[in-house]
């Protein structure tokens, strides 16, 4: 009995839409044929299937969920059946769970190449929408591939994290057919239908596949399609031809993120420091491992997690004063360079105004002088006189002019000036010039 019921599973793989990478379906079918070749019975404790691993930190308020083998809607279908599957129905109940005990941030942890088409899209959008209700965040992070269903369970995630060498997509949707009449025709085998209604028959009368059952088949493989696409392209934000412009391949890292497939490249150790930020801001000593474990897989002593966030804040308060006695201490720097700048350019006029009115002292005094000068003796040999007396000290030069005004009025006195008259014109030496004023340095010792 429980081998036919295991053909009876087997026989459901075939002629039903999944969203599963083909390689991963291959692995699937395979499995089943080779235990039905072998006739190999299976009693009802073999049929239970591994349940669906949870992990919660309440601490950290952080939950995870497995997404791992192939996706089945119930815990006890084909694909779950044997071959370490995760259930939909399974899926939610952990989620349900989770959030009544108060997480914050779940994580997917997938590594899945999908499975049953049924049921994968309401789950998805259940999980978004008791996500957005309780304020939690998701995070998948792809530890291997995150195929086709997979993908649709992960693209609800408000984060997408992937390993570097893990693999996302295969957006489509496939449907194996089996056509076993050439095998029951060799073994001997007739197979007769009474039906009413032509569609209840898939084969012809040669027991190939008719052509309108072959297009039934196509038109809900495009319906499928066409919503899994869809479905993709909102949870993701991003356009229905860009993800059906992916022609449901499987693409690595670097091409799933310029397609918008994915948001982040992360080794283990990154994602769970990276986890730890999110999902605990204020702590940010827990990033060796989630859950309370460490990379030993050894629980933390919550005392001694607890006396270090205790010293890391007593740190960060005196970080903080420190850094607010260097701000003030940094603007009293900055008030006394602009101070002194201000200083230097007082200093600076002052000097100016100091050099322009020594200059304008000097030269009124060389007026002052030139001007006895000419008043004694001339213009034109005031000029010449003038020059090299510009050294002396006013009392020196008060002593020239007077000597040389009396001089001037010595030769006025002489017979010889009085005869010959003031309107003469008298022709000057300049050699007697050039000795007068060398004599006048010599006593006055001027340059």
């Not at 235990?35 to 349940?51: C, F, P, Q």
């Not at 025709?185 to 059952?213: I, L």
Request: aromatic share 6%; proline share 2%; hydrophobic share 40%.
């Amino acid at each position: 009995m429980a081998g036919h019921r295991l053909r009876l599973l087997t026989e459901k793989l075939y002629n039903t839409p999944h969203l599963i990478e083909p390689q991963s379906f291959e692995t699937v079918v395979n499995y089943l044929t080779e235990r039905n070749k072998g006739e190999m019975l299976v009693d009802s404790d073999s049929v239970e299937i591994k349940a669906d691993s949870t992990l919660y930190n309440e601490d950290t308020k952080v939950g995870m969920i497995e997404i791992q083998g192939p996706l089945t809607y119930k815990p006890y279908t084909v694909m779950g059946f044997d071959c370490g599957g995760t259930s939909y129905q399974g899926v939610l109940e952990q989620m349900e769970s989770l959030v009544d005990q108060g997480m914050k941030t779940l994580v997917l942890n997938v590594d899945s190449g999908g499975g049953e088409a049924y049921s994968m899209m309401e789950t998805g959008n259940l999980m978004r929408k008791m996500a957005d209700d309780n304020g939690v965040t998701i995070i998948s992070y792809i530890d291997g591939m995150s195929a086709s269903a997979a993908y649709g369970l992960t693209a609800i995630s408000d984060q997408i994290v992937m390993n570097p060498e893990a693999e996302v997509g295969s957006i489509g949707v496939v449907v194996r057919l089996m056509n076993d009449s050439k095998a029951l025709e060799k073994e001997g085998y007739e197979r007769t239908y009474v039906h009413a209604g032509s569609s209840k028959v898939p084969f012809d009368k040669e027991g190939a596949f008719r052509e309108d059952f072959i297009s039934d088949i196509q038109e809900k493989v495009d319906t499928l399609h066409e919503g899994f696409t869809g479905y993709v392209a909102k949870h993701r934000n991003i356009s229905v031809e860009a993800v059906r412009s992916t022609e449901a391949k499987t693409f690595l890292s670097k091409k799933a993120l310029e397609l918008g497939l994915a948001d982040a490249v992360m080794t283990h150790l990154e994602f769970y420091s990276h986890l730890a930020d999110v999902a605990q801001k204020e702590n940010p000593m827990l990033k060796t491992k989630l859950f309370g474990m460490n990379k030993e897989g050894q629980s933390f002593d919550m005392n001694e997690l607890e006396l270090a966030k205790s010293e890391l804040s007593e740190l960060g308060t005196k970080y903080e004063a420190q850094a607010a006695d260097l701000q003030l201490a940094l603007a009293g720097v900055q008030d006394l360079q602009a101070k002194l700048a201000e200083a230097q350019g007082v200093v600076a006029e002052f000097k100016a105004a100091q050099d322009k009115a020594e200059l304008e002292a000097k030269e009124a005094v060389a007026a002052t002088r030139k001007a006895a000068l000419v008043a004694s003796i001339g213009e034109d040999q005031a000029a010449a006189l003038s020059a090299s007396l510009e050294g002396v000290s006013d009392a020196q030069y008060e002593a020239v002019v007077a000597a040389v005004t009396k001089a001037n009025a010595a030769l006025v006195e002489n017979p010889l000036f009085k005869e010959m008259g003031a309107d003469v014109e008298v022709e000057t030496n300049p050699d007697m010039e050039d000795a007068l004023a060398k004599l006048i340095q010599k006593t006055y010792k001027t340059k």
